[in-house]
């Protein structure tokens, strides 16, 4: 998904190449010093390998479930690629399931990338919403886990939300046990939290995990104003 992003930005930069040609200005181009029109080649010639290396990895790496987002990737045009990352609008929040599996840290980072950060659950009905989605999400093992912004890693036990806030202490959805910061699984203990999809029959469904474990994660933005599809854009 972040290699999406990085051919949306191609992709511009071509159009507005694109646009001083047909403007007229394609001429002033013709007189201009000849290693910077070899330098404008060569930048096309990389934004074409780039999208050529893409479309490659994505058939041969993304599971079957993923490629639906970038199906007729070269008949998108610019604005409608840049928001074809499937962000779903709930109340005033937009929402991104990732599919790909990355360390806290790392999922942080991926949602940073996209404008937003790791979900921090603000009420019940939210959590409804993020439980019925990852119910329904199609996961390549039962044990599949969703990062959300919650960690005690500066402090064992202080469970903070990645915006500086604590946790609500009336708005917890612990697994049954858990928080136990099992140290069985790694010595550094359990310090980041994930929604996990198995045994999702309530909303209890928060996990803490080693941060350095490989989850899939949920991202959260503001949302816009307008249609999911605009808002979330």
């Not at 708005?171 to 069985?184: C, D, R, S, T």
Request: proline share 3%.
């Amino acid at each position: 998904d972040v290699s999406l992003v990085v051919c949306c930005e191609w992709v511009q930069m071509l159009m507005r190449f694109s646009s001083k040609c047909s403007s007229g200005e394609a001429a002033a181009f013709q007189h201009e010093k000849p290693n910077r029109k070899s330098n404008l080649l060569l930048w096309a010639l990389l934004a074409a390998a780039l999208i050529i290396i893409y479309r490659l990895g994505e058939r041969l790496l993304l599971p079957p479930n993923h490629t639906n987002i970038y199906r007729d990737f070269f008949l998108l045009d610019e604005s409608s690629l840049c928001s074809h990352l499937n962000w779903e609008k709930h109340g005033d929040k937009c929402y991104y399931f990732s599919n790909i599996s990355l360390f806290w840290k790392g999922s942080r980072s991926f949602c940073e990338d996209l404008g937003a950060d790791l979900v921090k659950i603000d009420s019940r009905e939210e959590q409804e919403f993020l439980v019925e989605k990852v119910k329904n999400f199609v996961m390549d093992t039962i044990l599949g886990s969703f990062w959300i912004g919650l960690t005690d890693s500066e402090v064992e036990g202080n469970w903070t939300w990645v915006d500086g806030s604590p946790l609500d202490s009336r708005m917890k959805f612990w697994l049954e046990g858990e928080p136990n910061n099992a140290a069985g699984r790694s010595v550094s203990g359990e310090d980041c939290v994930a929604i996990v999809k198995r045994g999702v029959e309530d909303l209890n469904t928060w996990n803490d995990d080693t941060c350095s474990f490989a989850h899939k994660s949920i991202c959260e933005k503001p949302a816009g104003t307008g249609p999911s599809s605009s808002a979330c854009g």
